[in-house]
Nanobody
Framework: QMQLVESGGGLVQPGGSLRLSCAASGGRISGYDMGWYRQAPGKHRELFATISPDSTTTYSDSVKDRFTLYRDGAKNTLYLQMNNLKPEDTAVYYC???????????WGQGTQVTVSS
């Protein structure tokens, strides 16, 4: 059973930066498809960034060129560097680990990001 714990959220002004962390235990994130999701008030949870075991990354158009997803295998932690934040980035951010072969899915508890002046 994998556990994921997000951290690093907070209040930031538009144009600012934050780095979110997703620390994993009970499994190696390098063997999972990892994703960052976010859910704004009144909206569905959306997937916006992924990294596969072979390190291929994907980004939604809304965050491309502003957000960078990467992992640290030694720390077994997934990171999301967010730059040039906008008010529309305000949401609860979640990380998810997926092991498709066994249909295993694990979520973190989420961390709040608020972009406001």
């Amino acid at each position: 059973q994998m556990q994921l714990v997000e951290s690093g959220g907070g209040l930031v002004q538009p144009g600012g930066s934050l780095r979110l962390s997703c620390a994993a235990s009970g499994g190696r994130i390098s063997g999972y498809d990892m994703g960052w999701y976010r859910q704004a008030p009144g909206k569905h949870r959306e997937l916006f960034a992924t990294i596969s075991p072979d390190s291929t990354t994907t980004y939604s158009d809304s965050v491309k060129d502003r957000f960078t997803l990467y992992r640290d295998g030694a720390k077994n932690t997934l990171y999301l560097q967010m730059n040039n934040l906008k008010p529309e980035d305000t949401a609860v951010y979640y990380c998810k680990a997926t092991y498709h072969i066994l249909d295993l899915h694990y979520w973190g508890q989420g961390t709040q990001v608020t972009v406001s002046s």
